[in-house]
């Protein structure tokens, strides 16, 4: 399962079907809450995607919190600007990754493949 989460519903729509169309089953997300949400039910998650105005909603230690623990998800943060240093460091810690809006379907699919296929989490 791949959590999407963007605060434009046009774009979590679009990336939900190009992920569903490589195969991926997909958990859409609008704000910070429905990220807890979908956490805090217990759904297994391997992979989050989140845009980067999200993940500052979330805030630094809730989102490590959430991909630091044991059989958390990898995770891939979007944007169209770069992530702050904090970000950036995060990402580092947990094996993450980051993804420049804009970006292909094939790159945005590449990218989830290849973070996955990493192991790192």
């Known amino acids: 399962m791949v959590l999407l989460a963007d605060d434009e519903p046009i774009l979590v729509r679009l990336i939900s079907r190009v992920l569903a ?9 609008e704000t910070a809450e ?3 949400a979908a956490f805090e039910e217990g759904e297994h998650i391997d992979a989050a995607i989140l845009d980067l105005t999200l993940a500052r909603s ?3 230690d809730a989102l490590e919190r959430i991909v630091a623990r044991p059989g958390g ?4 943060l979007v ?3 770069d992530p702050e240093p904090a970000l950036a460091q995060l990402l580092a810690r947990v094996g993450g990754r980051f993804l ?7 790159q945005l ?3 989830l493949h290849d973070l ?3 192991g790192s989490r």
Request: with cysteine; hydrophobic share 55%.
């Open 58 to 60: 979330l805030g630094l």
């Open 34 to 36: 429905q990220v807890c």
């Open 100 to 106: 420049a809006k804009p970006f292909e379907p094939a």
């Open 73 to 76: 998800p990898a995770l891939l």
């Open 21 to 29: 169309a490589a195969g991926f089953a997909v958990r859409p997300a």
């Open 79 to 81: 944007s169209g600007a």
């Open 116 to 118: 996955l296929a990493s």
């Open 109 to 111: 699919v590449g990218s």
